[in-house]
């Protein structure tokens, strides 16, 4: 309902115009109850990506330690594609332009990929004997190929289907190429 809210006054009066108490009492709810779902404005956008974003983490949380950590790695960012619908893709991928967000929208897209980094890496180095760069670049690649998919599955319009085809497309050469350094504890040598 805030979520709904809060679009109809973008796309009314543009994201910088638009105030919490506005999107409130169009919603019909208190401004505490806005906090007690979202920490910012620009928190509206993503609800579905937030919710395939714990799925990743979950996912990552429950592997079986016996799994390879970059199939799980790729399994985990391909289960978070799975929640996202192609009849219910983000406004943050699709409607930013249009509703003038674009630099709220980065800072907070930041903050989510960051913290995804973080499990992913730490994920990574929990399993691998690879030196702490190694993990980072793999972490930081996997997340590379997620966005780019994303970005591709938005673009694609009405004919887009699901999101999990673009991911698997996407993660196939990075999880190729990752697979044997990160499993085998390579290093940097200098």
Request: hydrophobic share 45%.
């Amino acid at each position: 309902m805030l979520q709904e809210a809060a679009f109809e006054l973008f796309l009314e009066n543009g994201y910088e115009s638009t105030t919490i108490g506005q999107i409130t009492q169009r919603a019909g709810v208190s401004r505490n109850t806005f906090f007690n779902y979202f920490s910012s404005k620009s928190d509206v956008f993503w609800i579905d990506l937030d919710a395939s974003l714990a799925t990743v983490s979950a996912h990552l949380l429950q592997a079986p330690v016996t799994d390879s950590a970059i199939a799980i790695v790729r399994d985990a960012l391909v289960a978070g594609a799975r929640e996202l619908s192609s009849h219910r893709v983000p406004w943050a991928l699709t409607q930013h332009e249009l509703i003038g967000a674009a630099t709220d929208l980065q800072s907070s897209a930041m903050m989510r990929l960051g913290e995804l980094f973080r499990a992913i890496d730490h994920f990574l180095s929990s399993r691998s004997e690879a030196s702490a760069l190694l993990c980072a670049s793999t972490a930081y690649a996997a997340l590379g190929a997620a966005v780019a998919a994303a970005q591709a599955w938005a673009a694609a319009g009405t004919t887009r289907g699901e999101l999990e085809p673009y991911v698997r497309e996407a993660l196939g050469p990075v999880c190729d190429g990752f697979v044997l350094t990160v499993e085998s504890g390579a290093s940097i040598s200098t």
